[in-house]
């Protein structure tokens, strides 16, 4: 379950960033704090990062940071997007979640319903679930209540979203990402989904 | 003791407190307190003025934000330009654009600024993270950690002042200890720290260092020692 992580020398010595510079991204809050990963080694204290998201994110400031000021660019990385809106035709129109998933999960509402970005990841999670076979629609209901009621008190912190299955009763749990759960030896994990990494694939697919 | 007065306060009302009482929190415009004041909550401003012997049960923010004398914050501080003159005690962070010290700060959290500017000491116990950081230390300064663009310390005049710290607190001697000080620019003496990691290094004399790892440039003075040096990159 432990994620890849990578060393800050080793981050640095890949990306050719400077201790200043990530020093610099820390404090305008472009890399989160939870990403900080103090552990003891051999050679004393040490800082590690997810290794997938940390690269991710240095390649997405790099690449923004010779057009937007630091502020700028801290704006759009912020893990939620706090004004973000669409339209349902519009979102239908994108082509980011299947018709099928709208047409059960939203069916009802008419086309020109505001979305905030949290319903629409609501959606797109629940989509990605379908689409690999993993979960049955009447799930998926479930679900979206689950995160409706739910998600939003972590209040963009990070979060994993578990999916689990024992004698076909099904349930979800959403945990912070930095807690342990251990279950009995009757639970399957059908799905562990970060939702800071789903949050960045949506985020990816409406901008 | 609270009125609607001054400009550029933004609609909110001032608070000016002098005496020995206590003052509420809240959202103020200006704030002015003289005297030995006990801030209940959490107090929010344009401007703070502080002068005497200041206690806070919450947190503090503010644009700019000056202090002689005393001041003890239960939650944290933050304020765009600081200036602290005295003693400045914060049990949760500190944080701002800009510090102009001359004096004495103790930190139970982190430590933020793009600049930091002045003389005194420092008592971090979490990291202290800045763009730059030129000091004087007439007195200790410790960090667990310190991340720096450029960091420059020096060790202040043996002058009076000296003297009068060492006799206030016995083990006060202006030198910099550190775990780890991590930076592109990093030129000290007097230092104590078990690694020092950054692109041009500088070590002056008095300086004890466990591990030095440096990329582009290690100048050493005689008398420094320094364990291990380790020169990293291309």
């Not at chain 1, 994620?3 to 981050?11: A, N, T, Y």
């Not at chain 1, 704090?33 to 240095?58: N, V």
């Not at chain 2, 663009?149 to 006799?167: F, M, P, T």
């Amino acid at each position: 379950m432990d994620r890849d992580l990578i060393s800050k020398k080793e981050l640095l010595d890949t990306t050719g960033i400077s201790y200043g510079q990530l020093y610099r991204w820390k404090r305008k809050q472009l890399i989160p704090e939870e990403w900080f990963i103090r552990k003891s080694t051999f050679t004393g204290q040490e800082t590690f990062f997810p290794k997938d998201l940390i690269l991710a994110r240095i390649d997405k400031i790099v690449n923004m940071k010779d057009d937007l000021s630091l502020d700028q660019v801290a704006g759009k990385l912020s893990p939620l997007l706090q004004d973000y809106e669409l339209r349902k035709a519009a979102f239908v129109e994108r082509n980011i979640v299947s018709l099928v998933a709208i047409h059960q999960f939203a069916g009802k509402d008419p086309d020109h319903t505001v979305y905030s970005f949290e319903m629409l990841l609501y959606f797109y999670v629940i989509d990605k679930l379908l689409q690999t076979g993993e979960m049955t629609m009447e799930e998926g209901e479930r679900l979206l209540t689950v995160l409706r009621d739910h998600f939003p008190k972590f209040e963009g912190k990070p979060c994993d979203l578990i999916f689990i299955r024992k004698m076909g009763v099904s349930s979800f749990l959403l945990v912070s990402s930095d807690a342990h759960v251990y279950f009995d030896n009757g639970i399957k994990i059908v799905a562990k989904l970060p939702m800071v990494e789903l949050i960045e694939q949506l985020r990816g697919k409406l901008i | 003791m609270t009125g609607e007065s001054g400009m550029d306060n933004y609609g909110l009302p001032d608070l000016s407190v002098n005496g020995v009482s206590d003052a509420v929190g809240g959202k103020y415009g200006n704030v002015r307190i003289d005297g030995v004041i006990k801030v209940v909550g959490d107090i929010e401003a344009q401007s703070f003025k502080l002068n005497g012997v200041i206690r806070t049960t919450g947190s503090v923010k503010s644009e700019s934000f000056e202090c002689d004398g005393t001041l003890k914050v239960a939650g944290s501080l933050s304020a765009s330009q600081m200036r602290m003159n005295g003693l400045v005690n914060v049990e949760g962070a500190l944080s701002g654009e800009w510090l102009r010290l001359n004096g004495l700060l103790k930190i139970k959290g982190d430590c933020e600024f793009e600049r930091v500017e002045g003389e005194g000491g420092f008592d971090v116990d979490g990291l202290l993270n800045a763009g730059s950081i030129h000091l004087k230390l007439q007195g200790r300064g410790k960090a667990r950690e310190i991340g720096v663009e450029s960091l420059y310390i020096r060790q202040g005049a043996k002058s009076l002042w000296s003297k009068v710290w060492k006799w206030l607190f016995p083990k006060f001697n202006p030198e910099l200890q550190a775990g780890v000080i991590e930076g592109d620019d990093i030129d000290v003496e007097h230092t104590k720290a078990d690694v020092i990691r950054g692109s041009r290094v500088v070590i002056g004399k008095g300086s004890v260092i466990g591990r030095v790892e440096y990329g582009t440039e290690l100048q050493v003075h005689p008398g420094a020692t320094i364990r291990e040096r380790v020169k990293t990159g291309g």
